[in-house]
Structure formats: C-alpha cells, structure tokens
C-alpha cells in the first residue's frame, strides 16, 4: 500500500507494531480481518487468536511492520468493520507485555549434547522431548529473546522443525483492552 | 452471537411505545423476514426466485394477501444482477436502502457485482439470498456456493443466519449497518432450513455489535470543537481564493442543502465529484461543475488556482486526484469533512479534518460564521470563476456532419432543465452526461463511480423509476454498457416502468477505444463492434416498446423533435441515436497525471497554450489505469 508521501511496508522508517484487537466471538471473524489484510496488500508477520476472559468476545494480536501512516490506515479499516469491538496499537500506547511460544527441533551431534543444554539453560528453555539425534526444546519470550536463541542453537545444530505461536501481548499496568473499551 | 444489551444499544425507533402489535406470535423464519422488512418500511424488493428461497417467497405472497393495502411490490428482473442495480436505482434515488432476493449458489453468485458496487460507492443496500440447509451446508450440494465467504469481501457486512433464534435480529441489525456511518450494502445469508425454522416473534432485538454502536454514538455526538472551529476560520480569513470540492458524502449523507447554504453565506464556489453530482445546483453561480479526468477544464482550472480547498464527503480518489502530490498545488491548506476517518490522510495530507457528520459540521460553520460576524470578501476570486467558466466552456464540433453525442444530450438537456433523474452505463456516454446534463438536485444522478460497472444505467433507471413514479427517468447508456443488462429491456414495458432509454450507439467500447487512439497507437484490440448485427430497435419493439425508434448518423435536423416525442411519450421509450464513433471525452487529465497535463481536445479553449497535444507520452502508460 502506497499512503500520503509515497512511503510503503517495506520504506525505512517501517517499525514494527503489535495490534490488540477484540472482536464479537462470532464465526467468520478471523476470515473477515485476514481477508481485510489480503484484500488491502497489507503484510502481517503473525496473527493469534483466542478466547478470553468474556465469552462473548475473542482477541486478536497482529504484529506487523509499517511507517505510521500505514499502521495508522489500517488501525482505522479495522475499527470500521462491524464485528470488532476495539482495536489498539500497543506499541503507540507504550508500555506492554510481548511473548511468543517456540517449538524446536533440532538434529545434533551428539558431543554437542551438553552444550545445547547449557545454551537452553541460559534462555530459560526446557527440553521437553529428546532422542539420540534429536531435541525439542520449548521456549517462550519476546521475539528477540527467541531469535537470539535460535541462533545460538543452529552454530551446533540444525532445525529438523519448528513450530510458532505468534505474538500475544498485554497493555502493562492495570488498564486493558475491554477495561479502556468499557470505560472509555 | 448474543442478542444486544439494551443498555449498550439505545434505539430511538425501537422505541415505539408499546410491544409489536405480532410479538410472541409462532411464525415461520421466512415470515418474520418478510415482517421485519415491512416494519422497516420496505415497500419494494427486486429479485429472483429459486429452491434455497421458495420459503420466503411463499411469504412474500401470502403477506401481500393479506395486507392488500400496503403490499410489498415484486419486481423480477431478467438476472439477479439487474435485480441488484434496480435495488441500487432505488437506493441511491430516495436514500432509502433498496432491497433485492436471491436463491443461493448463481442466485447470490450474480449478485457478487451490484453488491461491490454498492460498497464501493457507499450506498445502503440489503441482500438477503437463500442458503441451502445447514445439514447440507460444505458438502459441494446443488446450488451451493460459499456465500459467506465471497460477499464478506465485498460488502460492509455479511450474516449467515446459523441459529434461528437470531434471525429477526439480523435482518434489523442489517439495516440499520446499511444505513448508519459510511453507508453500504449488508448480505444476510438464510439457509432454507432457517427460514422453514418454527418459533416466537419477538418483534425487537438487535445483535450485539457494541464496537461498532459505541463508534456510531461518538460519530453522531461529535461536534466542531471551538479552537478546531477558529482554526478553519483563520485558514478562510487566510485565503482568497478557498473552493469548495464535494463528493458522494454530501448526497448520501443528506447534506446538500447544508453545503449550498454553507456556499452562499460565505460566497464559495464549488467543484463536485462524479459522484457529488447534484450536491450543488450545477446551474447557479457558485457551481464549477465537475473535476478530474474527465472533469470541465473551468473546474481543473479553479482547482489549480485554489489556495484553499475544501472537501466535503470527498476521497481524493485517483480518478480526481491524479498525481497526488501536485493535485491542488497551490492550496495551502486542505480542510476535510467525512463520516470516514480512515479517508482522512489516506490519500493526501490535509491540515483541517472533522469525522462526523458534514451537514451538522457545515451547518454548525455557518452559524459560527453569521455568529461571530465573519465576513471576508471573496468577489473577485468568484469573478476569476467566472471568468473560467466563460472562457474555457465545454465544447465540440458544432460544424460536423455527423450527429455529436454532445449535442444529443445538450439538446435533451434543454427538455428536462436539470430536473430528470439520469442513470448511465460506463463509458464515453457516462461522462457526456454527466458534463452536459444540468442537475438541480441531489438524488438524480444515477452512476456507477466507483467500480465503474458496465451494464448499471438501465436497471438503476427501472429501480428509480418504480421508486419514483412522477419523476422523469432516462438511462443513457452506450452500445457496450446497455448490452451487459439488455435483457432487463424487457422489465421495464414488463412492469409498466417508464423509463426513457437513450441508447448512444457508436459501435464500439468508445472510452477503451479512447484510451486506445491515445496510448495504443489506434490498435483497437477487441473493441470494435462495427461488425455486431444487434438490431437494438427491433429488440426494444420485441419487447414491448411502443416508442422504439432510431436516428441515423446524419440525422441532426431530426434531433430536437425525435427528443420531445421521446420524453413526452407515455410509457417506456427506447431510442437509439448513432453517433459520431470518432467522438471524445475530452478534457482529459491521463491517469496519473497533473492537471498541468490536462489535454482539451481541438474545441476546448486552453488556458496556456502550448497545452499537450491529443496524443499522450505512451512511455508513461504501462502500469496506470
């Protein structure tokens, strides 16, 4: 997408967002703010959804990158479809808590065994499965946290599989997405 | 989905004082579809019958029974489609959302175009298509097609009606998404099983969409603040030469009497949109008619000259727009007025924006204006318009043998005074008509902007026509354009629909040839129809046209009276008029160009002469549109 001055997703001054958005807990949803991304040639680099602690409701987190004419472009198509409920820039509003989950696995030498371990101690990951050729280990945090592991991880090995969650995040402090929606 | 809180959602017209006269009545789904229609007042539905939507059909018939003094009119069309640009005719003609049903599969399939047009042009429609059962739903049945999933891109919203118990609510709640905000078409898919469903008539309720009421209570709450107030006065103070560029939003947001009394109390002059057609007066003073590709060169010119713009309901869409960054080079400062914020920005920075509703904002400017006393003197930039408008007019070869398309509408325009309601096609005739006719009024300029679809002007025509039975009605369409929809020629004499046909035949794809002669060095790669037999008039005689009638490309002494019998005739007219295929729309401003570039043609005065000659650059055409 092309906006006011010519700038696009991939211009330097993109920087990356993370989106919290609630939406009616109906179905069709994801397929309708997929579709909007599709439809509207914006590029995401992941997308959740889940269940919350309303029944009535699901959220979204979209992280994406985008100077902020874009993030601001596409904030607004979003909070004009019918079926959302708030949408929120949580790098805008500032302070707020970001994770991803990480399934890997790895192939390695086994004299390297040990310091694979050693490594996954440092960033707090847990083997949770393992062979004589092959590790899975879990490992959750921030995407920098993760990707620093990863490499670390593949000098030694090399990734048989991954699989990754996406970004979920919270607004820090006590304010929220349906708390700020209902109060606001 | 849940059923809406009261307490979230406050709706005025639900409050009618007492529970619906039919509330807690057993009735069939399709009933209540039918009766949650007739309470919103629908007086009409556009459509096509088939297996997935027999139930509400039936209803339809059996409602009319038994309400003999306040039917629900069945219009059926000769395709779904037609059924869906007469819903849009409708629509766009009274501002009251146009209503067309389909079975499922084809049916809804074919309703996939008026629906995007409709969406893209903002305007209020309800489609409600049959689905088949739930049991049968995924497992490729006959006449299945994902409904859901292909109107979703397409429309404002979309339903699929899954739990019974929603079905009322959902048919209100689409209305209401149709016609509030930004306006758009809503789609209700019903599986048959649905409508053959058994329960309770409550007779109230929405759906539950607490983000998008709380936006909507914002958006109708919001007024101009003070400070934001003072500073659009000071940008006009600033200004001597501020103009007005109105979009569709003033039409479908009802505020054209707004806009001309904002316009006459500060003595601003306007442009419009090809869709803002009708939001001002195009025969008063302060009108500069339309702007853009094929806008008049007054109105390109009054643009440059600009040094404040004001756009009201308007997008900057590349069709107006051009190249951006040089579009209106010389305002400095842009104020915008939209019931969209994503519109703000999206296209060219502007330093004044309100998102609400305009004709409220333009009102409240008004009253700061006579309040505060404000007064500045724009007399000489209104005579520089002027002056514009008296050099630089419309114009074409008057000497030609031929019959000009010009001259056709000119000459019908002289009969109808700016007080018929116009549809047209896509195309050359589009633009002829829209630059030519005279438009008192919003709600009479009926056009496919947007999505530009071939095949609009005659249903639109049939659906404003029943919608407005006193009112004078013609489709001008092209020989391409009429044959996309030639069938509904015959829902017109079917259902009495008097609509005057002005069929501008110059044997071809004339704006695609257009852009041919001028970036394709004339290879007119399948857009010339001189080898097509159609005999339209034979077609419109064997479908009941009384008046049918063709005049031939050197007949112009025929032209005036052939024109007056046309409209004069009672009851629906076809006439063909064969037209010069050498003629253009011009001025032109090319895709993606400045209005510097603009080209006027041999019978346009320019400003500046030395202006670029008819033929464009061809190395700049690849990739513009």
């Known amino acids: 997408m092309t906006s006011t001055n010519g700038a696009t997703l991939s211009a330097p001054s993109a920087t990356k967002h993370v989106l919290g958005v609630l939406v009616e807990n109906h179905h069709g949803v994801l397929s309708r703010i997929a579709g909007l991304f599709a439809a509207r040639g914006f590029n995401i680099d992941s997308l959740t959804v889940s269940a919350t602690e309303d029944s009535s409701m699901s959220r979204m987190t979209v992280t994406l990158c985008g100077d902020t004419a874009v993030i601001d472009q596409i904030r607004k198509q979003l909070d004009k479809l019918a079926e959302v409920v708030t949408v929120e820039d949580l790098t805008e509003q500032g302070a707020h808590i970001e994770r991803e989950l990480v399934l890997v696995k790895i192939a390695y030498p086994r004299e390297k065994r040990t310091d694979l371990l050693e490594i996954a101690a440092t960033f707090k990951a847990r083997s949770v499965d393992m062979t004589p050729e092959t590790i899975a280990f879990e490992i959750s945090g921030n995407q920098e946290k993760i990707d620093n592991f990863l490499t670390m991880i593949t000098q030694d090995a090399r990734i048989v599989e991954i699989a990754r969650s996406g970004v979920v995040a919270l607004v820090r402090g006590p304010g929220g997405l349906r708390k700020s929606f209902y109060e606001d | 989905m849940a059923i809406a809180e009261e307490s979230i959602i406050t709706l005025e017209e639900e409050r009618r004082g007492g529970p619906h006269p039919l509330a807690g009545k057993e009735m069939m789904g399709a009933e209540m579809v039918i009766q949650v229609l007739a309470d919103q007042g629908v007086d009409m539905i556009f459509g096509y019958s088939g297996g997935a939507i027999l139930p509400t059909y039936d209803a339809i018939f059996r409602?009319?029974?038994?309400?003999?003094?306040?039917?629900?009119?069945?219009?059926?069309?000769?395709?779904?489609?037609?059924?869906?640009?007469?819903?849009?005719?409708?629509?766009?003609?009274?501002?009251?959302?146009?209503?067309?049903?389909?079975?499922?599969?084809?049916?809804?399939?074919?309703?996939?175009?008026?629906?995007?047009?409709?969406?893209?042009?903002?305007?209020?429609?309800?489609?409600?298509?049959?689905?088949?059962?739930?049991?049968?739903?995924?497992?490729?049945?006959?006449?299945?097609?994902?409904?859901?999933?292909?109107?979703?891109?397409?429309?404002?919203?979309?339903?699929?009606?899954?739990?019974?118990?929603?079905?009322?609510?959902?048919?209100?709640?689409?209305?209401?998404?149709?016609?509030?905000?930004?306006?758009?078409?809503?789609?209700?898919?019903?599986?048959?099983d649905v409508q053959n469903w058994m329960g309770k008539f409550r007779g109230e309720g929405y759906l539950n969409l607490r983000g998008y009421e709380k936006r909507l209570a914002k958006l109708r709450a919001r007024r101009v603040e003070e400070e934001s107030m003072a500073d659009f006065f000071r940008m006009l103070e600033q200004s001597s030469r501020p103009l007005i560029y109105a979009g569709g939003g003033v039409i479908n947001g009802e505020a054209a009497t707004e806009l001309r009394e904002f316009a006459e109390t500060l003595g601003?002059?306007?442009?419009?949109?090809?869709?803002?057609?009708?939001?001002?007066?195009?025969?008063?003073?302060?009108?500069?008619?339309?702007?853009?590709?094929?806008?008049?060169?007054?109105?390109?010119?009054?643009?440059?000259?600009?040094?404040?713009?004001?756009?009201?309901?308007?997008?900057?869409?590349?069709?107006?727009?051009?190249?951006?960054?040089?579009?209106?080079?010389?305002?400095?400062?842009?104020?915008?007025?939209?019931?969209?914020?994503?519109?703000?920005?999206?296209?060219?920075?502007?330093?004044?924006?309100y998102v609400g509703d305009t004709g409220r904002c333009l009102d409240d400017m008004v009253r700061h204006a006579k309040?505060?006393?404000?007064?500045?003197?724009?007399?000489?930039?209104?005579?520089?318009?002027?002056?514009?408008?008296?050099?630089?007019?419309?114009?074409?070869?008057?000497?030609?043998?031929?019959?000009?398309?010009?001259?056709?509408?000119?000459?019908?325009?002289?009969?109808?005074?700016?007080?018929?309601?116009?549809?047209t096609g896509v195309g050359q005739h589009q633009m002829w008509a829209a630059q030519y006719f005279d438009f008192k009024r919003p709600r009479t300029w009926l056009t496919s902007g947007s999505m530009g679809t071939m095949g609009f002007g005659l249903p639109a025509a049939i659906g404003a026509k029943m919608a407005n039975p006193d009112k004078i009605v013609i489709a001008v369409d092209g020989d391409g354009s009429?044959?996309?929809?030639?069938?509904?020629?015959?829902?017109?004499?079917?259902?009495?629909?008097?609509?005057?046909?002005?069929?501008?035949?110059?044997?071809?794809?004339?704006?695609?040839?257009?852009?041919?002669?001028?970036?394709?060095?004339?290879?007119?790669?399948?857009?010339?129809?001189?080898?097509?037999?159609?005999?339209?008039?034979?077609?419109?005689?064997?479908?009941?046209?009384?008046?049918?009638?063709?005049?031939?490309?050197?007949?112009?002494?025929?032209?005036?009276?052939?024109?007056?019998?046309?409209?004069?005739?009672?009851?629906?007219?076809?006439?063909?008029?064969?037209?010069?295929?050498?003629?253009?729309?011009?001025?032109?401003?090319?895709?993606?160009?400045?209005?510097?570039?603009?080209?006027?043609?041999e019978w346009i005065v320019p400003r500046e002469q030395g202006a670029p000659a008819a033929q464009m650059d061809g190395k700049t055409k690849a990739d513009l549109f």
């Open chain 2, 482 to 601: 009429i044959r996309m929809n030639l069938g509904e020629l015959e829902t017109a004499t079917t259902y009495g629909a008097g609509v005057k046909v002005l069929l501008l035949n110059n044997q071809g794809d004339g704006m695609v040839r257009q852009w041919q002669r001028l970036m394709f060095d004339e290879r007119f790669s399948g857009t010339d129809k001189t080898m097509h037999k159609k005999d339209f008039v034979k077609a419109a005689q064997a479908d009941g046209y009384e008046f049918a009638e063709r005049l031939n490309i050197d007949e112009i002494d025929k032209v005036p009276k052939m024109l007056k019998r046309f409209v004069e005739h009672d009851g629906p007219a076809f006439l063909e008029v064969m037209i010069d295929p050498a003629a253009l729309v011009m001025p032109m401003v090319g895709p993606g160009k400045s209005y510097r570039e603009m080209i006027v043609g």
């Open chain 2, 63 to 192: 409602y009319n029974a038994e309400h003999a003094e306040k039917e629900i009119r069945l219009v059926v069309p000769a395709n779904e489609q037609g059924a869906g640009f007469m819903a849009a005719g409708y629509s766009r003609s009274t501002g009251r959302p146009g209503v067309f049903l389909v079975t499922s599969g084809p049916g809804a399939t074919n309703c996939v175009t008026p629906i995007r047009d409709c969406a893209a042009d903002s305007i209020p429609a309800i489609l409600i298509c049959g689905q088949v059962p739930r049991a049968a739903m995924g497992t490729d049945a006959f006449q299945e097609a994902p409904v859901y999933s292909i109107m979703q891109s397409c429309a404002k919203h979309t339903f699929l009606v899954l739990d019974p118990e929603e079905l009322e609510a959902t048919i209100r709640t689409a209305f209401r998404i149709a016609t509030t905000g930004r306006p758009g078409p809503v789609v209700i898919d019903i599986p048959k």
């Open chain 2, 268 to 353: 601003i002059p306007g442009v419009t949109t090809l869709m803002g057609i009708g939001a001002l007066d195009t025969t008063g003073d302060l009108s500069m008619h339309m702007l853009g590709m094929h806008g008049t060169a007054f109105a390109n010119y009054a643009v440059e000259d600009c040094d404040f713009l004001i756009a009201v309901g308007a997008r900057f869409d590349d069709r107006v727009a051009g190249k951006v960054a040089e579009f209106a080079p010389n305002a400095r400062n842009i104020a915008h007025l939209d019931i969209d914020a994503a519109e703000i920005g999206k296209v060219k920075n502007v330093t004044w924006s």
């Open chain 2, 371 to 423: 309040r505060t006393g404000f007064k500045k003197d724009f007399s000489a930039w209104r005579k520089h318009c002027a002056e514009l408008r008296a050099a630089h007019p419309l114009n074409w070869d008057r000497d030609s043998p031929n019959i000009q398309p010009y001259y056709v509408i000119e000459e019908l325009n002289r009969i109808t005074k700016g007080e018929a309601i116009v549809a």
